[in-house]
Structure formats: C-alpha cells, structure tokens
C-alpha cells in the first residue's frame, strides 16, 4: 500500500479522531487508526468500541491497501511534518514507512484484520437537520457530565426525543447529571425523522462528534439498530446506545409559584465567576438573596474566606434565600443567548428555572443546595 | 496465707460450679495461680507427655499446714473468701476453692506440702479423687502438687486430648499468661526433662513482657498508660506492622488476672483507629485495674471471663490509652526504622546521582508501563495479578525511563508528604516520590480515603458543609434487615451531608449528597454501608457503625485506582495528606505508603553485599 496525502487534511482529521483512540478499551487495537487505500481516496477510521468514525479523503494513491497503525504516533509524526505533501508507505509487512528521501519514520503497524467492525450505515433512513444548530444542542447540554466512573446510563448520556404533535414538530434533548438538568429544542417543519422513540446517545461519542461538525450547512442523523448515526458527506459516526430508562423529566420542569427574576446575564456571570474563587472541594455553595430589586450572593468558605457581591435587579415579591453551587450556573448562564436571563425561584429547597428571555429553546433546572 | 474455711453452702451456690479442668493446661493455669495466690516468687512447671503423663508445679511459697492441706482437697474449701461481700472484691486468683478437689478427682494426685517455720511437710496421695495415702514428709518449703495420668477414670475425656504439641502449646500459653502478669516471679517450663522456658525474676515489668513475646515484635513495643475515674491502663502495645493474623498476641489482665475479653478487645483494636487491617490483631499487653467491687470475676467456671460494671469508661480508657501510645508512630517517618541510612553526607549523596542520572531535566509524565503497544492486541485486564517482573537484559531494552535529576538536600529533614520530589505515577494506582535515600510510593486510593475519612469526620463532628439537593432523588430497595437498620443511621448520614428518606414500603430515596460523591451512583454505598451495619448490630453502639460507614463513604468517595493523575493532583493529594491525624494507613489499616531505601534497591541489584 502506498499514498500521498495533503498534510494538512490528514493532521486536522488525526487531531480530531484522538479523544477516541486515546480511550481505553480492553483492545490495544482501538488506539490505531485504520486506513484504507482505494483508487484515489484514502479512508480512515477509528473506534472506542462505543462511537466509531469513518471518513474519506482524497488522495493520490499508488497502491491499495489496508493498515491499522498507532493513531497518536501519526499524529505526532504529522503535526510536525516539514512538507505539505506526505507519503505513507507499507514497506513490507506492517512497516510502515512515513516520508521518503531526508525524513523517513518506519513505523509498526498491526494487524488490520483485528480492526473492530464499524457498523454499516448503508440504507438507513435519515433526517436532515442544520449542522450549526445540532452543534450548539450537543455543546449546551454535554456541559452536564457525571462522574467519570459513573456508569448510569441517564448520567452518562442524552436523551434525545422526537415530538411530533399535529401542530408542531421538534427534537429534544436532555441531559442531567442528577443535581441539575438541561433541554434544548430543535423545532423543525421539513422532513421526518425516523427517531420514533427517545433513545441514549452517550455524552462521550457526542463530544467526539461535536469535533466535526463544522462549516457544513446540513447534517444527517437516524438509527441504525442500536445505533445513532450521524453523517456529513464525506464523514460519519456510529455511536451506540445507550440501554436504561430516562427520567420523567417532563414532571421534573415544574412552572410552580416562583418568580421570573430577569437578571443580566454577563453581570450575573461575571458575579458568579468571582464569587468562586471562594468554592474549594469542601465549600461549593453560594448563597443568592433575592430581596426589593436587589440580589445579595454570598460565598463563606472557613478554609478560605467570605465574600459578598449586590447587584441590582428587578425584583419585588417576597424574599427568597436558597444556596447553589455556582458552577452549575455559570455553566448555564454561559450557554444561554439572550442578554437577558430569567430565573424562577420558588424556594430554597425547590428547583430552579434558568433560561433565555426570549429564546426559549433552551432551559436549565438546577437544584438548590442544603446547608 | 489465713486458715483454710469451708463456705457455707449459699455462698458455694453462689460460685459457678463447673468444668475446671478442661485439659492440661487448665491443670497448670490453676496450679500455677495457686502458687501466685501463696506469695511464691519461684515456680517451676514440669511436664511429661504434654501433661498425660505428669504435670508438676513446685513453688516456694506459704505452704499449708497439716490440717490445712487436708482441707484444700475439698470442695468449697478456700483460704481466698469468707462471706458474700469478699466475692465480690475478690484480690486473689483464686476464690472458689474448687481447683484441688476437681483437678484430684480426674488424675492421681499427689499434695507435698511444708509451711516455712514447720519442721515437716506432709504428703497427701488421692486417686481419682478418693484419698489414699497421707504422710509426713521432708520436703523444701512450700508446694509441690503432682498431677499424674489426667482423666484416667474418665476415658472419653482423656480421648479428646490433642497432640503432645498442641496440648503443649497451650500450656506454654498459660505459663506465659502467669509470666507475663507477674514479673517478679521467676518461671521455669519443662516438658519430658528439657526446660522449655525460663524466665528469671525481672525487676522491670518490661524486661518480662520482651522476654515472653521475644522476637516477635520487630518494631518494639509502645508504652501505655492512662487512668481515668479509677480505672487505670498500662502495658505495651506494637505498631501495626507487627499485627498478627490471630488475637494470640493479645494478653489481657484484669486486677492481675489474665482473662480473654472481647469489649478490651474490641477497645485495644478500636484505639489503632484504622491503623489495623481489617482480620488483623496487634500484640499487646494491658493491664487493666479497677476497684475489686466494679467487676466481677465469677462469670465463668474458668475464671478467665471478666463483667464491668462501668464497662463504657472502661472501653473508653482502654481505646484512648492505645491511640495515645500510638501517636508518635502515625508522623511519616521515612527517615526513621531500622534499614534507613544513617548519616549519609548530602554532598556525596548528590555526586552519585548526579553522575548518574542523565542531563536532562525529569519528565513530568510518569514512565509509561512498559507495555509494546503493537505487539499483542489483546491488553491484559487490569485486575489481573501483576506477572514477575521482567527484568531484560539491559543492552536488549535501553533504559529510556526519565531518571529523577537531583535535588537540592534542604538543611533540615523532611517529613511532610508534600517536601517529597514527586517522580511520578505507576500504573496509575500508586506515587512515587523520592525522599532522601528512600523511595516513597504511595497508593492513591488508600491515601485518598483517608484523607475523606478524617474530612468526614471532621465535618461530622463540628463544621455544617452544604450538600446538593438532587434533582432526580435515587431510588433504590432495601430488605427488611437493611431497612430497619438505616432508620437509627438517618441522623449519621445527614451528618454528612448524605440525605436519605423512607420513600414507600422499603423504598428509600437518597435527596442530597455532599459535593465529592456527586456524580456517582449512592446506591451502592449506602447499601453497603448498611450490610456493614447489619452485620455489626447496632447494639455495638451507633459510633461504631458510624466509623465504619465513614469508612464505605471515604472509599466510595476517594479517587481510584487506575486514574492518571495530574501532577497538581498529586502535589494536592501530598497537601491533604500532611493535614491527616494518622496519614500512614487509610481507614482499613492498609498504608497508604512504602518505602524502599537506596540501600534495598542497592543490595538488590548486589551494587554493595
Ligand atoms: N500452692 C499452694 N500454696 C499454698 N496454699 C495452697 C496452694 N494451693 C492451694 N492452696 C490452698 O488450698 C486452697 C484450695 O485451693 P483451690 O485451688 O482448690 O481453691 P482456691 O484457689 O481457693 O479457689 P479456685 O478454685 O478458684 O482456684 C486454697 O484456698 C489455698 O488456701
Ligand atoms: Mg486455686
């Protein structure tokens, strides 16, 4: 096997493709990109056993053939690559040769018939949506990750849900890591998607997509079996489901008897982001007081300090007190947007509505702390 | 020694009649107090058989005289107690004046026995506890009771007899009871004609106590004493890493008195707060004494069974006497232990690494475990036992593992975890440091779950911490037992900041957790936390079955193994540890840390011999 590759295209796909060789699987294998050789493509692909990619390139291709080698040590070799155009040549038997003539890298493949299988996309049905507002989906709600030990599939993935009532259509997903929840609306009108029940698609694979999805106008997303697919034209991704059961989070958003408090969102950050430099592993919390146009935060941590921060609001029914932790707010806060934010407090020991003024496809419920 | 009575029948009612003489150590347990009891300073014990065929103990204490000897035969006859009230300040090992009698009745026995200022002794022969022969004797003064053919008339007793060694053992085991708790008194042990054991008189209690546990405690033995409200503790404990598997190395005394006794147990093991592994049990002789009136002797037939009337305080004193000996060995001391190097100029120490160690700063990154990514396709799981390390030859594999460069030797010594030079991690479950001559490796989770452990206790005890409230409560089942347990236990979780509500039938529902579970499924923990609970009892006392669900919440809490590190991770981890009441061992006992000295690593590599 023997091609040449424009260095640029092949060093953007390596640096995006390592987050899922670098994971560990119980396959040495997987932290091997395939590449395959054929005619004037070379396409290339990497699994975690959980998300797989594939995508084709072009290339000048000499001889086909198939190799499975060292995704990271690639890349390194790439990244540095003193030319533009860069040759990649299995010598004999899984030595692969890098460059030619001044600079030569030779290095050991394996063997690519113990490359897991990809599965194939071929003619599942799919459902076309615009690439930029999927990315922003998939970046406001994989903010909200669990434990990286933790293996409940509800904490560990995101649920995604196609409503289709008479008179409108969306997809929906939600993510939740137990303490707080988010969900972002994709309202559509054109197409159907064949997503028919809502399915766990998992945080990881999601931020691996989240690397591809670019300047493209449209994406496509489905099911395939077990798994949720998602293709661009030259590139796709399997990511498995998930199995376990989602919360009702339809009976967790709650509109009760609080208070839409708008509050300016770059302010409020901006509050927030200083009054952690308080929070240590042991204190997190803050503690918002909602009084006559005026929110006090406080953050009192014994190992370090105090702090006290007022910022005007609009704002005149009855006090409320609750703590939080501010990061989940900074977060949202930091996703959101509108100028604007509006938060509904009920009480200290309910959950709380963060959200856009105006643009209502995304919202955050956050839960307040004990103290 | 007063006059020899007969108790009047209520009170021998009183005294727990029973098996005296359950084998032949019994015989020398008895026999040997006995001599205690007269004042003796000098008892020699000779066996024949591991006690079958003989059993003797001579001592050169009171004696008896003539009639008094004849009296001690029989039953309820004892010189120790008159009326109700000495029964329960008894200041004797013996008290029931039934030794004698039961011992004669399944053996033939032989009495010699001669006061000091009498002329003559006498010589008392029974048979299966029937009097034979009573004769005057010239004999040394004091006793001499020879004890032949044990359960010759009950054969199938005599059947149950274990092996010459086994029955010896325990003998030796009684005769360094005696020995342990009266060091002023000289023992000699002899089985078949060779003496087994002899420990001269010593005038320091301690000189006893290292003479009988010997070499077996290689880290040497620990001072204890504390009183507190008339009940005061002394003896000698060794660390925890000369713990045993059994409770063997544990001697017990109570007014003198060598007993078995499971609360001072339970507070001697309790006192090494988590510095024991679990199964595991520390050598350790304690005396206990309390007023003669605040316990009671007379629980079981074979007087080593104790009650306490305040048995709370004495717990208590026992548990903080062990902690508080323990102190000075829970400080990091790699400097200190028997194979540290002594007095290793800094300078030469420098010359050598730096001669050594390549010109290049140290890596960061910790080595990569050697492991040839392309070669096999199938990793070894990581639970797998760690294969024999594969030493290949050095011209085969250049050494390409970033080497520590050398550091400047601060004037003063280093104690604290975080003036460690990290060197990195390996296999992402342990930290290796470098301390002077030694290098320190560190297990990450052990360290870390102690570090939560004493945070959680900290946090239990005084400081309020918020906990998040959880948005979507887990809900998990319990079963009866584990249902009914967890109710006392609610008041300890919230402590922590762990909320957990009876949800419906055994339904329960976890609504807040402290910020470091957050994230991770509670379930598991509190489940476990609870089976612990069942199987402690609450009877045990909530505090107890608290400690030990601080200890399941650390673990659940603390980082695992086989997570990478940063190395603000690792210095932060460094930090906390230093803040540690007993940073050595994690809540288990297991040590959080090793040491191996330049000098291990050099006689290993036979660099010096
Ligand atoms: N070695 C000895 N020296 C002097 N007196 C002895 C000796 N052995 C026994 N006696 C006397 O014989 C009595 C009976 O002994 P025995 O062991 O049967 O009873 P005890 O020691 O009083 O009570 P216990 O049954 O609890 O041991 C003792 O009270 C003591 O007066
Ligand atoms: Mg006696």
New interface residues.
Partial sequence: MKFVINKTDIRNILGKVQGITGRRTNLAITETVLIQAKSDTVKIAATDLETGFEGEYPATVESEGVIAINAKKLYEIVRDFPSEAIDVNEVENRWIEIGSGRIEYHIVGMNPDDFPEIPEIDDAPLFEMDSRSLKRMIEKTVIITGATDDNRAHINGIYLENIADDDEKMLKMVSTDGSRLSTVDYPYDKGECPIDKGILIPKKGLSEVLKFLGPEKTVQIGLKDTHFILKKENESFTIRLLEGEYPNYKDIIVRGAGHDIPVDRQLFLMVLKRMSILSSDNYKGVIFNFDDNLLTVRATNPEIGESKEEMAIEFNGEPVEAAFNPKYFIDTLGVIEDDTAMINLVSADKPCIVEGENDKSYLSIIMPMKI | MPEIKILPEILSNKIAAGEVVERPASVVKELVENALDADSDRIVISVEKGGRALIQVADNGTGMAADDALLSIERYATSKIYDDKDLFAIGTLGFRGEALPSIASVSRFVLETRKRDADIGLRVEMSGGTLGRVTEVGAPPGTLVAVRDLFFNTPARRKFLKSTATEMSHISEAVANAAIGWPRVAFTLRHDGREVKSWPAANDPADRVADVLGRGVGGGLQPVSRENGGVAVSGWIAGPDDSRATSRGIYLYVNGRCIRDRMIQHALVAGFRGRLMKGRFPVAVLFVTVPPDRVDVNVHPTKNEVRFSDQQRVHRTIEAAVAGALMPLGQSGWRSGADAPTGVPAATRIETTAAEAPESPPDPQPPKTAEP??S????K?AAVAEPAPDFRPADDAPDLAPRPAPVQTPVWERRLFRDLSVIGQFRETYILCESDDNLIIIDQHAAHERIYFE?LRF?ASR??????????P?TFELNWREAEILEPLIPAFASV?I?VEPFSGRTVAVT?LP??L????AAPMIIEILEKAVDIGVAAGIDKVVEESLMVVACHGAI?AH?RLSGEEIRHLLAQLDACENPSNCPHGRPTWIKWTARFLEKTFHRIV
Avoid: M, N, T, W
Wanted: proline share 10%; glycine share 10%; hydrophobic share 30%.
């Fill in positions: 990514p392309l096999a396709s199938l990793r799981p945070q946090r400081v309020r911490q918020a906990s998040q409230r959880l948005l979507i887990e900041g909320d807040s910020g470091f957050l994230g991770k499924p695992r997570r």
